[in-house]
């Protein structure tokens, strides 16, 4: 019986040894989870410290970007209204042009001359030099000597048709 004794002490011995053991592995273990959690926290941390950084700077850029289109809206209407403007200006022009292209014309030949001297009977119509008669072909009245240095000061401003037939 004294043998049993002996090995129930030695087997008591081992299992209390064993238990020490599993206990200190545990307290390992438990200490190893507490320090994954511990930067699982961390991390967790950071990570909404940085969202929150993020949508921060989202919302600034969101916020120019909107400012910016309201300017590009603002500059598209700005554009269109000058567009506009522009467009009138050359309808007006181009009227012009032609209202003094109509008026320089000679009644005659139908040409715009390309140079001077223009005659100018005494009532102000026009007659370009290869076509100028006694009379005016407009009224009928005398010729004279009369030229109109106007009249040669705008032909000189306005484009003419070219002389050739086969030019554009």
Not at 86 to 109: A, S, T
């Amino acid at each position: 019986m004294a043998r049993r004794g002996k090995s129930k002490s030695k087997r008591s011995t081992a299992v209390q040894d064993e238990m020490k053991i599993k206990k200190k592995v545990k307290s390992q273990f438990a200490e190893e989870v507490n320090s994954w959690q511990q930067q699982a926290e961390n991390l967790t941390s950071m990570m909404e410290k940085d969202n929150r950084e993020f949508k921060a700077k989202l919302a600034a850029i969101n916020a120019k970007n909107e400012a910016n289109e309201e300017k590009c809206k603002s500059m598209e209407k700005e554009i269109e209204t000058e567009r506009t403007k522009f467009k009138e200006l050359i309808g007006k022009h181009n009227y012009i042009c032609d209202q003094m292209k109509q008026n320089l014309e000679c009644p005659v030949c139908l040409e715009i001359p390309r140079t001077g001297p223009v005659y100018v009977c005494p009532n102000g119509h026009f007659v370009c030099s290869k076509c100028k008669t006694g009379s005016c072909p407009t009224c009928r009245d005398s010729m004279g000597s009369g030229k109109s240095l106007l009249a040669v000061s705008i032909l000189e401003l306005i484009e003419h048709k070219c002389k050739f037939a086969e030019c554009e």
